[in-house]
């Protein structure tokens, strides 16, 4: 289905049927689109927000192993291995004090790539315009109708008509604020939620990075981390109060209050410049349970959202989008319901696992208003115990290069 320059299809184009309607096309949405597509699964994806709109969200960028093979074997990982730098450990620093985490060294050798989630993106789009996929954007007033039924349907509204599109299963891949989640009945659904009193303000900027690994800083100050995403272009984020608002922080401002997170032989590196992009990012903890309502099935921050600390976000997205095309594939293939039946449950225990790895390492490394000296000297004694123990460094790699599917 060619779709006009902006990617959208004509509302005349509209199928009426397909077998996997897909809700949302960010990441989760196009790389499960693209997934089921190479497995002969027909599948529509709905997207609220425009192409341009959808590439031109700036998000984080560390992939896991398991990220990194799904994306190769969905046959989108070719830019990725050309342009993503593979990273073999990662740095913390508490006060003056930094520890090196040789991930590869103690997870037998597994690694994590920098590779921006806009680039992600991006290869996504090209893949699925490549197979002729079906990505209707701009879509409107998206309602999901007989979810329990065996066969359900979306309505909305695209270029002012409404349509109809009949499926057999929607894949509920449409974020944090989609309708997905919010078409499950309340009491059919368990909500956790804990939201840190802090945000992240970041910056983007053309400069080189002060390190060739992330490192993630504690300091009496607060947090702060120091990414990239190419030899020329870094990432750099603080702690922030919740109400805080970029225009208050001009560069030199990011720039003098960085260094002064950072380890001072880490801040003389520092070079800085002027940013593209500056951005506060609220950080919550959040799983709803189940992940699938009759044929309803929910994937990434549909279902969860975890703090940006242990870079889980897009990972877990990946790794719900794995468990769920193996069940529909399956399904569709072999008419075999079994991983379909077990989704929510494998997707589940591996999102509280990366939840904990990731309020482990906010909690850790953060200034919290009233942990009290008590609190302090507790993050003092979890990095101590990183740092003297090769077991304590062992599970922590394990985690943060991803734990296996
Ligand atoms: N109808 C159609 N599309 C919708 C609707 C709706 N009602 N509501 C939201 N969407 C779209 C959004 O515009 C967005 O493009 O769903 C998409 C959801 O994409 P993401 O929020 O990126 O979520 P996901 O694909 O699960 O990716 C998770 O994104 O936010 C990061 O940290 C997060 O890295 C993680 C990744
Ligand atoms: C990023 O590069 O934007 C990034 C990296 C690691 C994180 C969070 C964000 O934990």
């Known amino acids: 289905m060619i779709a006009d320059p902006s990617g959208s299809l004509a509302a005349d184009a509209v199928p009426a049927r397909t077998q996997v309607l897909i809700i949302g096309g960010g990441p989760a949405g196009l790389l499960l689109s693209q997934l089921l597509h190479r497995a002969g699964v027909d599948n529509v994806v709905l997207e609220r927000r425009s192409r341009a709109y959808v590439l031109s969200r700036i998000r984080a960028g560390v992939l896991e192993q398991g990220t990194v093979d799904l994306l190769r074997q969905a046959g989108v990982g070719a830019r990725m291995d050309r342009k993503g730098l593979l990273h073999g450990g990662v740095e913390i620093s508490f006060r003056e004090r930094r520890l090196r985490i040789d991930l590869a060294g103690l997870t037998g050798g597994r690694s994590v790539m920098v590779y921006g989630q806009t680039e992600v993106t991006a290869d996504l789009y090209a893949a699925r315009d490549a197979m002729g996929g079906t990505i209707l954007h701009e879509v409107e007033d998206v309602a999901l109708h007989d979810l329990e039924s065996a066969s359900p349907f979306a309505t909305f509204t695209l270029g002012g008509e409404t349509q109809r599109i009949n499926c057999d299963f929607i894949a509920g891949c449409d974020g944090f604020h989609g309708v997905s989640r919010r078409s499950i009945p309340e009491d059919r659904l368990k909500l956790f939620e804990l939201v840190y ?208 599917y």
Not at 273 to 300: D, N, Q, T, W, Y
């Open 197 to 404: 009193p802090f945000g992240w303000l970041g910056i983007l900027a053309d400069v080189p990075p002060v390190s060739d690994e992330l490192i993630y800083a504690s300091h009496e100050k607060g947090f702060a981390l120091c990414s990239m995403r190419s030899p020329t272009r870094s990432r750099y984020y603080i702690q922030c109060p919740l109400d805080e608002e970029p225009g208050n922080w001009s560069d030199d401002r990011f720039w003098e209050a960085l260094a002064a997170h950072l380890p001072a032989d880490v801040a003389a590196r520092l070079v800085t410049g002027p940013s593209i992009e500056k951005s506060i990012a609220p950080l919550r903890s959040f799983v709803a349970e189940p992940m699938r309502h009759g044929r309803l099935f929910l994937a990434g921050d549909a279902a969860h959202i975890v703090p940006p600390t242990g870079a889980k976000g897009l990972n877990l997205a990946a790794s719900d989008v794995h468990y769920l095309s193996q069940g529909l594939i399956a399904h569709y293939a072999a008419g075999d319901d079994l991983a379909l039946e077990r989704y929510s449950d494998r997707a589940l225990a591996r999102v509280w696992k990366a939840e904990r790895f990731s309020w482990w390492m906010t909690s850790t490394l953060h200034s919290f208003p009233d942990a009290g000296e008590f609190g302090a000297r507790m993050q003092q004694a979890e990095f101590d115990y990183l740092a003297t123990s090769r077991t304590a460094q062992a599970a922590f790699a394990e985690n943060y290069v991803g734990l296996p």
